[in-house]
């Protein structure tokens, strides 16, 4: 996917498709991680409408934290998928950042190189 440390560097064409390519590749993701949020909530908190799962699942992927009513008492099961999908969400959204930013860390990294030798 990348050049080898011998060759050039890419040029700006090539380094910008690098970089469309992985921020629409972070974006699937994302949306993907949203929707199982989005659908978990739904069918383990019956009280939530829509509108009510995609704040939450918005906001754990995000990690600011659930916006769960305090009138709403959540069963066990929902408590489980809550903590489950806060962990997948971290890591996630975490590895996302990676996918994006691998063409700009790559790309600086392999100037250094190039300016080595």
Known sequence: MF???????????VYFKR????????TIILFISLGIGVVGYKLTVPEF?????LLNASMILSGMGPMIDSQIILTKTAKVFA???????????????GIVLSPVIHRFFHRLHLEDN
Do not use: C, M, P, V
């Open 3 to 13: 050049e080898h440390k011998k060759q050039g560097l890419a040029s700006k064409e």
């Open 19 to 26: 970089i469309g390519k992985n921020l629409l590749f972070g």
């Open 49 to 53: 409408d829509w509108y009510d799962s």
């Open 83 to 97: 903590s489950a999908y806060a962990l997948f969400s971290g890591i996630s959204f975490i590895s996302t950042i």
